[in-house]
């Protein structure tokens, strides 16, 4: 099993509609979990980080599974705007280890 | 604040040849590191440093190598380049490198490097 796994997509929805990633990770030690986003020929950039009890920034929410070894990202209500790649990070040491990332593509 | 900058932003190389990336931030970062991303490879680490004089290897450290003499700056060079690697190089900073979740790691804007 992958330290970190995605699922690539793409995720077409349209513009207005709520789509959920998932990210699974290997590690049972790892201690911080992060959503960054990737527009396309750029660098990674932090969304939010993932905290235990759940998080909420805007319309992102971020949610921790411990028991189940994942996290998740909720977008509601998509923007244009939000079409990018989507990458989880965990990091279960001094090392930050990203999943391949999940393409959303918003249209109108 | 600039905050992480590389440079160069493109290069092209022929095999066998030397270079080297720079990076550098201005946040004071004890934190450094570099990642190559490639097409449906994801993002993986090559080398870390955690403070000034201290490096280590992350995940594909063959062929780079990296020195950390001062806080601002994380070169990687590139010892005898190859097709394979041919990829997009990251740089990235962070305070303290702990993992903590307000740790945020900051990224460069890449280098793109192509190897013929």
């Known amino acids: 099993r992958k330290e970190v796994e995605q699922d690539p997509g793409p995720f077409n929805v349209p513009e207005g509609a709520t789509v959920a990633f998932n990210c699974t990770y290997s590690?049972?030690?790892?201690?911080?979990f992060f959503w960054y986003r990737q527009d396309c020929r750029k660098e990674p950039k932090l969304l939010m980080s993932?905290?235990?009890s759940g998080n909420e920034d805007g319309r992102f929410t971020a949610q921790l599974n411990r028991a189940s070894q994942y996290i998740s990202l909720l977008i509601r209500d998509s923007k244009l705007s939000d079409s990018a790649t989507y990458l989880c990070a965990v990091n279960p040491s001094f090392t930050l280890t990203f999943g391949k990332g999940t393409m959303l593509l918003v249209s109108p | 604040n600039a905050g992480v900058t590389q440079t160069p932003k493109f290069q092209v190389l022929k095999t066998g040849q030397s270079m080297t990336l720079q990076c550098a931030q201005d946040m004071n970062h004890e934190y450094m590191s570099w990642y190559r991303q490639d097409p449906g490879m994801g993002l993986r680490l090559i080398h870390y440093s955690v403070g000034a004089g201290i490096t280590d290897q992350g995940e594909v450290p063959n062929g780079y190598n990296v020195s950390r003499s001062t806080t601002e700056d994380f070169p990687l060079r590139l010892l005898s380049a190859a097709p394979s690697q041919t990829s997009v190089y990251f740089c990235?900073?962070?305070?303290?490198?702990?993992?903590?979740?307000?740790?945020?790691?900051?990224f460069g804007p890449g280098t793109r490097l192509t190897v013929l």
């Open positions: 990235a900073s962070s305070m303290t490198g702990t993992g903590g979740s307000t740790d945020t790691q900051y």
């Open positions: 590690n049972s030690a790892s201690q911080s």
């Open positions: 993932v905290y235990s």
